[in-house]
C-alpha cells in the first residue's frame, strides 16, 4: 500500500520561507518521480514542482522558478519543498505525489493528503 506522508505546512507572512516534507512508503522509489502539486480555493489542483528519484533532476512551474527549490533524501525516503519568497497567491493545499515525469511537469499516481500553507500580506 502506497502511502505519501506530508508535514511543514503553516501559516507565513508575506517573504517569508517554509520547508515541505514529505515521506513514501510501498514504492518502488526508482520507478517514480515525486513532487507537489497545489490547490487554491476555487481553482483547479496545479502543478508545482517534481524531483525524479534515481538521478535528482528537477521540473518547476514557471511561478515558482527561483524561488522553490525541490531536494530529495533517498536515505529517509523523503522529499522537500523549501518554499522562499512567498507570496498570498502561494497560499493553497499543498499536496505530495508520486507519478511521472511528463511535458508539463508531473503526472501523478499517488497522493498525500494534503497540508495547508496560508501566506499573510
Known amino acids: 500500500q502506497v502511502q505519501l506522508t506530508e508535514s511543514g505546512g503553516g501559516l507565513v507572512q508575506a517573504g517569508g520561507s517554509l520547508k515541505l516534507s514529505c515521506t513514501a512508503s510501498?514504492?518502488?522509489?526508482?520507478?517514480?518521480?515525486m513532487g507537489w502539486f497545489r490547490q487554491a480555493p476555487g481553482k483547479e489542483r496545479e502543478f508545482v514542482a517534481a524531483?525524479?528519484?534515481?538521478?535528482?533532476?528537477?521540473k518547476y512551474a514557471d511561478s515558482v522558478k527561483e524561488r522553490f527549490l525541490m531536494s530529495r533524501d533517498t536515505t529517509k525516503n523523503t522529499v522537500y519543498l523549501q518554499m522562499n519568497s512567498l507570496k498570498p497567491e502561494d497560499t493553497a493545499v499543498y499536496y505530495c505525489a508520486a507519478g511521472v515525469f511528463t511535458a508539463q511537469g508531473m503526472a501523478a499516481a499517488y497522493w498525500g493528503q494534503g497540508t495547508q500553507v496560508t501566506v499573510s500580506s
Open positions: 510501498g514504492l518502488t522509489f526508482s520507478d517514480y518521480a
Open positions: 524531483v525524479s528519484w534515481l538521478g535528482g533532476s528537477t
